[in-house]
């Protein structure tokens, strides 16, 4: 694959992801962290950064802070209660995942990269980002622009495995990634055509948006090597 940007939260899946896509020597990896303006100590993203260089050396290139901060309280924090009264559930995490995706591909396609991977994982279908269905929906989102998705360690089935896994690897099996002040908000018993008319809604109405950041790079606010 070569050149690959990786969605990384400092979580045990997504630096998971990245000892995976790193088990090919041919692999380089560029870590896209996406601050929403709404987590509570960020730097700690960086501690397993250091430990993937130490690990990996020169094959993780460095780590990208992008911002967005402005996107989510427009797109989710003042749209919230209106999302809530017309779809009937809090899709909070789901419009800041759709963000994210944004942001990341929209890099992806400043820096000619053509591979986005992210830790979604199986073991947490229980949040709506993360059913089968929704990984669809981005998947197909991602290819609108060019970039192909994928999911390193979406076929994992429980958090041992995954621990386990990272132990292969001599990395640390302690989750360390920024708090999220809206954790825990998300509602998990909804119907996935109601995830799907929200998320195909989200993309008509940030159309205007996702070309800004196509054609920008204002939202690149620290690369770190």
């Known amino acids: 694959m070569g050149n690959i940007c990786v969605l990384y939260s400092g979580g045990l899946d997504s630096v998971l992801a990245c000892a995976k896509l790193l088990e090919d020597p041919i692999n380089r990896l560029t ?4 601050d929403t303006g709404y ?3 960020t730097d700690l993203a ?7 260089k130490e690990r990996f050396g020169e094959s993780v290139k460095k780590l990208v802070i992008l911002d967005i901060r402005r996107l989510t309280k427009e797109y989710v924090v003042e749209k919230l209660p209106s999302y809530i009264l017309e779809y009937k559930f809090n899709p909070v995490c789901l419009a800041c995942k759709f963000l994210m995706y944004s942001v990341a591909i ?4 400043k820096m000619n990269i053509r591979t986005l991977a992210d830790g ?16 669809k929906w981005f998947d197909t989102y991602a290819w609108k622009y060019g970039v192909k998705l994928i999911h390193p360690v979406y076929e994992f089935e429980n958090k041992n495995e ?4 990272l132990m292969k690897y001599d990395i640390p099996q302690k989750s360390v990634e920024p708090i999220c002040l809206f954790g825990n908000s998300f509602e998990t ?10 998320l195909d809604n989200m993309e008509s109405s940030f159309k205007e948006d ?3 950041l196509l054609n920008s790079r204002w939202y690149i606010k620290k690369v770190i090597k």
């Open 31 to 34: 870590l896209l962290f996406v």
């Open 39 to 41: 987590l509570w100590y």
């Open 46 to 52: 960086k501690i397993q950064y250091q430990k993937l």
């Open 106 to 109: 929209a890099y992806c396609n």
């Open 120 to 135: 979604v994982s199986r073991r947490q279908n229980e949040l709506p980002e993360q059913r089968s269905r929704i990984v």
């Open 162 to 165: 995954v621990k386990y896994e």
């Open 189 to 198: 018993n909804v119907d996935e055509d109601k995830l799907i008319k929200f």
């Open 210 to 212: 996702m070309l800004k």
